[in-house]
């Protein structure tokens, strides 16, 4: 693999979603990723569905989410024999990625201070549920708990009576992103060091650092922010209203653009009540009433063009088939294709990021359990030499 860290070892470790998203994504960036595996049955992911795919149905496509350009070892972290290998592994690793609760890898005999000890340029990256410590910290933690507790839950949905999950396993892959990012930033600084430290991440912070201006309301304003539904919680107009033959999505974020949206929906854009944000937001419904009784006239696609016409940020809602199939999407390399031990040529969610001149990067499939052993030892094998 070619990237920037394609001289980088990534030791995986986690299973589920947040921690191999992580790996991952470094493995994006150009890192060999070898991922462990428990022999009887490997990832837990790997029996998540439906939907299951292949000849006898059993492939995951959660699975296949998570795990591409990885190589898959198969180790019982619990034997005399696997722990010997992980030792071996280690000292050949520039990063470690594990999920486990707080606790699981010291009884492993896998202390960080063992690990430094293995390895002292290793870097950790180390996600949990709540955070390593604090009075929770020991707390299990999935993604939809962790929505619940972190507040994205009563900020999403209809109304403050009903609060929503995030349709994606959202705190799992900012948790994900994160650790990757944090990782990044340990590498750099072995550079100047040379000593690997403990990049930690949970499920509660991730969903924590997006608050954002949700936040802030709070932690500055003295207001608690509640769901709006399809409206932004700040700005007006700004989200999916009604026309003829479905909804669109509209957001005026200056006053410039409110004016162009009020001229093609023939509304006084300088009417007391609509004359600033502060006052449109105010008038809300008033506001999105109008807009839907103008927008009523016309299909969507109508709108789009005028709007787009116009300079005005407006888009569709769009179904995750036409995401994909979308030539906006498959352009920005966001559709990549893959050959599949099992499944052949697939094509899997491309990585979000690209890199000048990097655009013709192969990519591997997620592997099936264990097939990468013999590979890897004898990789392992050349490297301790």
Same mark, same amino acid.
């Given at each position: 693999?070619?990237?920037?860290?394609?001289?980088?070892?990534?030791?995986?470790?986690?299973?589920?979603?947040?921690?191999?998203h992580a790996a991952q994504m470094?493995?994006?960036?150009? +890192?060999?990723?070898?991922?462990?595996?428990? %022999?009887?049955?490997?990832?837990?992911?790997?029996?998540?569905?439906?939907?299951?795919?292949?000849?006898?149905?059993?492939?995951?496509?959660?699975?296949? +989410? $998570?795990?591409?350009?990885?190589?898959?070892?198969?180790?019982?972290?619990?034997?005399?024999?696997?722990?010997?290998?992980?030792?071996?592994? *280690?000292?050949?690793?520039? *990063?470690?990625?594990?999920?486990?609760?707080?606790?699981?890898?010291?009884?492993?005999?896998?202390?960080?201070?063992?690990?430094?000890?293995?390895?002292?340029?290793?870097?950790?990256?180390?996600?949990?549920?709540?955070?390593?410590?604090?009075?929770?910290?020991?707390? %299990?933690?999935?993604?939809?708990?962790?929505?619940?507790?972190?507040?994205?839950?009563?900020?999403?949905?209809?109304?403050? #009576?009903?609060?929503?999950?995030?349709? $994606?396993?959202?705190?799992?892959?900012?948790?994900?992103?994160?650790?990757?990012?944090?990782?990044?930033?340990?590498?750099?600084?072995?550079?100047?060091?040379?000593?690997?430290?403990?990049?930690?991440?949970?499920?509660?912070?991730?969903?924590?650092?997006?608050?954002?201006?949700?936040?802030?309301?709070?932690?500055?304003?003295?207001?608690?922010?509640?769901?709006?539904?399809?409206?932004?919680?700040?700005?007006?107009?700004?989200?999916?209203?009604?026309?003829?033959?479905?909804?669109?999505?509209?957001?005026?974020?200056?006053?410039?653009?409110?004016?162009?949206?009020?001229?093609?929906?023939?509304? #006084?854009?300088?009417?007391?009540?609509?004359?600033?944000?502060?006052?449109?937001?105010?008038?809300?419904?008033?506001?999105?009433? #109008?807009?839907?009784?103008?927008?009523? +006239?016309?299909?969507?696609d109508h709108w789009l063009a005028?709007?787009?016409?116009?300079?005005?940020?407006?888009? +569709?809602?769009?179904?995750?088939?036409?995401?994909?199939?979308?030539?906006?999407?498959?352009?920005?390399?966001?559709?990549?294709?893959? #050959?599949?031990?099992v499944l052949g040529k697939i094509?899997?969610?491309?990585?979000?990021?690209?890199?000048?001149?990097?655009?013709?990067?192969?990519?591997?499939?997620?592997?099936?359990?264990?097939?990468?052993?013999?590979?890897?030892?004898?990789?392992?094998?050349?490297?301790?030499?």
């Open positions: 693999m070619l990237g920037p860290l394609g001289d980088i070892v990534v030791l995986d470790l986690s299973r589920a979603l947040a921690g191999p470094l493995g994006d960036l150009g +890192a060999r990723v070898i991922k462990v595996e428990h %022999p009887d049955g490997g990832d837990e992911s790997r029996g998540w569905g439906p939907p299951f795919v292949g000849p006898d149905h059993e492939i995951s496509t959660y699975f296949l +989410a $998570a795990n591409r350009n990885k190589q898959s070892v198969a180790v019982d972290l619990k034997s005399d024999e696997g722990k010997r290998l992980i030792e071996r592994l *280690v000292r050949q690793s520039d *990063v470690l990625v594990e999920n486990f609760r707080t606790g699981v890898l010291d009884r492993l005999g896998f202390s960080v201070e063992r690990l430094h000890e293995l390895n002292p340029r290793l870097v950790i990256l180390s996600i949990t549920g709540f955070g390593h410590d604090g009075p929770e910290g020991g707390r %299990p933690g999935y993604d939809q708990i962790a929505q619940g507790e972190a507040g994205l839950m009563s900020l999403t949905g209809p109304s403050p #009576d009903e609060p929503y999950r995030v349709g $994606a396993s959202i705190a799992d892959l900012l948790a994900g992103i994160h650790g990757a990012y944090g990782v990044a930033g340990a590498l750099y600084e072995r550079e100047r060091t040379g000593k690997g430290r403990v990049v930690r991440t949970s499920l509660l912070a991730a969903i924590t650092g997006v608050h954002s201006y949700h936040g802030t309301a709070w932690t500055v304003g003295g207001k608690v922010p509640g769901a709006n539904g399809n409206h932004h919680a700040s700005i007006a107009p700004y989200g999916a209203f009604r026309c003829a033959d479905g909804m669109l999505q509209i957001a005026a974020a200056n006053e410039g653009q409110w004016k162009k949206v009020a001229a093609l929906l023939d509304i #006084d854009p300088n009417v007391a009540k609509y004359a600033t944000n502060r006052d449109r937001f105010a008038h809300r419904d008033e506001l999105i009433a #109008d807009m839907e009784k103008a927008l009523a +006239a016309h299909d969507r005028e709007l787009g016409g116009a300079g005005v940020p407006a888009g +569709a809602i769009r179904s995750i088939d036409e995401v994909y199939t979308w030539a906006q999407t498959r352009s920005q390399g966001l559709v990549v294709e893959v #050959d599949h031990p094509e899997l969610p491309g990585p979000p990021l690209r890199f000048d001149g990097l655009d013709e990067v192969e990519h591997t499939a997620p592997p099936a359990l264990g097939q990468d052993g013999d590979a890897v030892l004898a990789w392992l094998e050349e490297r301790e030499r």
